[in-house]
C-alpha cells in the first residue's frame, strides 16, 4: 500500500505528473534566495493527485476572498543525504504554496519518512493579483510502514474527511484539522514567520557570496605565485642556453661583461658614404 492510499485518495484523481521545476521557478514570484533554496534541497516535484468536483462528486467552494475549485496534492521529493530542519521544511512548503495558485497539500519524501503541509490562501483585500497565506500547518515525520498511534489516528481522519465533507475548502479545513493532531508546528502569522525567513535566508545568501569572492581572489593570488615561479624559471633556462640575462637592469653577457648599447640612432651621411 502506498503512502497515498493510506490516506484514501481516490484513483479517479490520480494524476502522477513530474512537474519541469525550472518551468516553476520561471513563472513563480519568488526572489533568488527562495529559488536557491528549491534547486539545492528539491530532487523532483510530482503533482501526485487533483481532487475536484468531477472526480469526487463534491461541490467547489468560491467566496469573494477565496477560490476551492481544485485541491492539488503535491510530492516534493528532497535530494538524499540533506538534513532538513523544521525552519527549512517551513521555507520550503510556503515556497511551493507561493509558487502554485491552488489549495495545496504538500507531502515532502525525505527518504523513508514523509511530513505533510498545508495553509489556507485567500485573496488579498488591497491587491487582488496577491495571495494570502494563513493558518500553515506541519506535521510531524511519518515513517511509511513504522506509524505510531498518533500517526494512525491523523491517517484514519484524513481518509474518512472526502466522504464526511460537502465542498472542497470543507475537505481541505477537516484535513487540517487532522494534522493538528500530529502537528509539529502551527503558524497563524505566516507573514512575519515568514518574513524572518527572509532574513535568514539574505544573510546566508550574503555569506555565499562573500565566501565566493575571498575563493576569488585566493584563486587570482595562486595564479600570481605560479606565474612568477614559472616566469623565474624560464629566466634561469635563458642564462643557461643563451649564456645571456638580466640583473638589476643591467644586461650580461655569457662571459659575465656588461653589455653596453648606445641608445642614440647611428645617422648616415650619405655624401661620405659614397665618397669612401
Known amino acids: 500500500m502506498s503512502f497515498y492510499e493510506m490516506f484514501g485518495m481516490p484513483q479517479s484523481c490520480y494524476i502522477g505528473r513530474h512537474i519541469d521545476q525550472e518551468i516553476m521557478l520561471k513563472y513563480a514570484k519568488l526572489n533568488e534566495s527562495g529559488k536557491h533554496i528549491v534547486r539545492a534541497y528539491v530532487e523532483s516535484i510530482v503533482l501526485q493527485y487533483s481532487l475536484n468536483p468531477r472526480c469526487l462528486g463534491i461541490e467547489s467552494y468560491k467566496s469573494k476572498i477565496t477560490t476551492y475549485d481544485e485541491i492539488q496534492v503535491l510530492e516534493v521529493i528532497i535530494k538524499p543525504g540533506l538534513e532538513l530542519n523544521e525552519k527549512l521544511v517551513m521555507q520550503l512548503s510556503l515556497l511551493l504554496l507561493k509558487s502554485i495558485p491552488y489549495p ?6 525525505h527518504e523513508d519518512r514523509y511530513c505533510l503541509a498545508s495553509a489556507k490562501t485567500r485573496t488579498h483585500k488591497k491587491n487582488p493579483s496577491k495571495n494570502v497565506i494563513e493558518d500553515l500547518i506541519i506535521s510531524g515525520w511519518v515513517k511509511l510502514y513504522d506509524f505510531n498511534e498518533t500517526d494512525a489516528k491523523m ?3 484524513i481518509k474518512n474527511s472526502i466522504s464526511a465533507s460537502d465542498n472542497l475548502l470543507n ?11 500530529h502537528f509539529k508546528r502551527f503558524y497563524k502569522d505566516v507573514d512575519y514567520e515568514e518574513e524572518l525567513l527572509e532574513k535568514e535566508a539574505m544573510e546566508a545568501l550574503r555569506f555565499d557570496c562573500k565566501q565566493a569572492e575571498k575563493e576569488f581572489e ?42 653596453e648599447y648606445d641608445d642614440e640612432e647611428e645617422t648616415i651621411d650619405i655624401n661620405n658614404y659614397y665618397n669612401d
Do not use: P
Not at 104 to 109: E, G, S, T, V
Not at 173 to 181: A, I, L, R, Y
Open 155 to 157: 491517517i484514519k481522519e
Open 218 to 259: 585566493d584563486s587570482i593570488k595562486r595564479k600570481q605565485l605560479e606565474y612568477n615561479e614559472y616566469y623565474k624559471y624560464f629566466e634561469d633556462l635563458s642564462r643557461e642556453i643563451l649564456g645571456h640575462y638580466s640583473e638589476n637592469g643591467q644586461e650580461y653577457n655569457f662571459y659575465g661583461y656588461v653589455e
Open 104 to 109: 495545496l497539500l504538500i507531502a515532502l519524501n
Open 171 to 181: 475537505l481541505y479545513t477537516k484535513w487540517q484539522d487532522s494534522m493538528k493532531v
